[in-house]
């Protein structure tokens, strides 16, 4: 009953910024963590950021003070602005979040998005 979907994700520039917008969807009771995660070419898939339902954030020490985490609850979305980007920040996004449905109230499961490729490249 639950999707998520990324938005936003392309071509960049080094240096350059990109807001990445992940939408929760379906028979949502609760949603508890949301983060972001990211997988390069031959590369294991890696943890980003992730912010709890208060909105405190945390992140990867490679992208501090460059990545902001941020949602919206009222709108079940997730964002991640991304300045000053690397070409080492080439990869797939993907959105993630614990939520439980609403006919399930006691189970929290993990749900993932299908991914956005950033392509940081002059």
């Known amino acids: 009953q639950v999707q998520l979907v990324e938005s936003g994700g392309g071509l960049v520039q080094p240096g350059g910024s990109m807001r990445l917008s992940c939408l929760a969807s379906?028979?949502?009771?609760?949603?508890?963590?949301m983060g972001w995660h990211r997988q390069a070419p031959g590369k294991e898939r890696e943890w980003i950021a992730t912010t709890g339902s208060d909105g405190t954030p945390n992140y990867r020490d490679s992208v501090k003070g460059r990545f902001t985490i941020s949602r919206d609850n009222a709108k079940n979305m997730v964002h991640l602005q991304m300045n000053n980007l690397k070409p080492e920040d080439t990869a797939v996004y993907y959105c993630?979040?614990?939520?439980?449905?609403?006919?399930?109230?006691?189970?929290?499961?993990?749900?993932w998005g299908q991914g956005t490729l950033v392509a940081v490249s002059s």
């Open positions: 379906g028979n949502i009771f609760s949603i508890n963590i």
């Open positions: 993630n979040a614990d939520l439980a449905e609403a006919d399930t109230k006691y189970k929290f499961t993990e749900y």
